[in-house]
């Protein structure tokens, strides 16, 4: 669905962010990118929707280029979830939720019926927190209320930007087993940003190891980079927990392999 093509961005101070990165993103998976403080993974987000627009080379939706097609339209074809939420602070939750929706020109009831839908979805009993304004939430809540907004028009790909990383691990770890769920079931193209190892571990279909300017380091499935990294760089990214995350991935898998089973 999505593939970036000798893509470059480089800043005014003149350093490269991103230096000539070719990806391909594939459809209905979690593509985590991941590297360190500096890297390019942010860059490389914000120009598949065009918040930032790429010096050199191409970027396909769908085998559209990008540039051709106009920011706004493309933006609202893709929910785009950051660290801080992004809420308006003005608008109730169920406003937020609506935006898309209203953009779009859904009638009235659609639209409630969306934001009712999507609230349970995220686990936020929509009586009790449609109304309420995003100061009135906890960290944990306003990201759920972020994630519901941009699954709201149902968009076909999502870009997420480190959205766990400002809650309190036992709230960050409830939302991403929280995120892996509604995915399975989903199954959107997401893009997801990341600076912890572990959480890439856990959500990733597939999981992109960045160097600086957003050089690949490795690009495959979890286990197949905690299994066998590609290079010292890769073992040293990884660090020692290495070994436990493959033990935790594997565990994890045979646990859905038996809940499918068993039909849950």
Not at 8 to 19: D, I, L, M, T
Not at 93 to 112: E, H, M, S, Y
Not at 161 to 179: K, W, Y
Request: glycine fraction near 8%; proline fraction near 5%; charge should be neutral.
């Amino acid at each position: 669905m999505i593939r970036l093509e000798n893509v470059s961005k480089q800043f005014a101070a003149g350093s490269n962010a991103v230096r000539d990165l070719t990806l391909e993103i594939p459809d209905g998976k979690t593509s985590v990118l991941i590297g360190p403080s500096g890297c390019g993974k942010t860059t490389t987000l914000r120009m598949i929707n065009r918040l930032i627009d790429p010096d050199s080379g191409r970027i396909l939706v769908d085998d559209v280029d990008t540039r051709g097609v106009d920011p706004a339209a493309l933006r609202l074809k893709m929910g785009y979830v950051i660290q801080q939420t992004g809420l308006f602070p003005h608008m109730t939750v169920g406003d937020n939720v609506a935006t898309v929706p209203r953009l779009w020109k859904w009638d009235r009831q659609r639209i409630a019926r969306r934001v009712e839908e999507l609230l349970e979805l995220v686990g936020l009993d929509p009586a009790e927190y449609r109304d309420r304004y995003p100061h009135q939430l906890s960290g944990g809540q306003r990201q759920r209320v972020g994630f519901a907004r941009a699954l709201a028009a149902d968009p076909p790909i999502l870009l997420m930007d480190e959205p766990f990383g400002a809650v309190d691990r036992i709230t960050r770890e409830r939302l991403q087993q929280e995120f892996i769920g509604i995915q399975r079931s989903m199954r959107k193209t997401v893009v997801f940003v990341t600076h912890d190892i572990e959480e890439a571990v856990m959500i990733g279909d597939r999981i992109c190891l960045l160097k600086m300017q957003a050089q690949i380091a490795q690009y495959d499935k979890p286990e197949t980079i905690l299994t066998h990294p590609a290079s010292e760089y890769v073992i040293e990214f990884l660090g020692r927990g290495r070994l436990a995350w493959l033990e935790s991935l594997r565990r994890s898998g045979a646990e859905g392999a038996d809940s499918v089973a068993a039909g849950v």
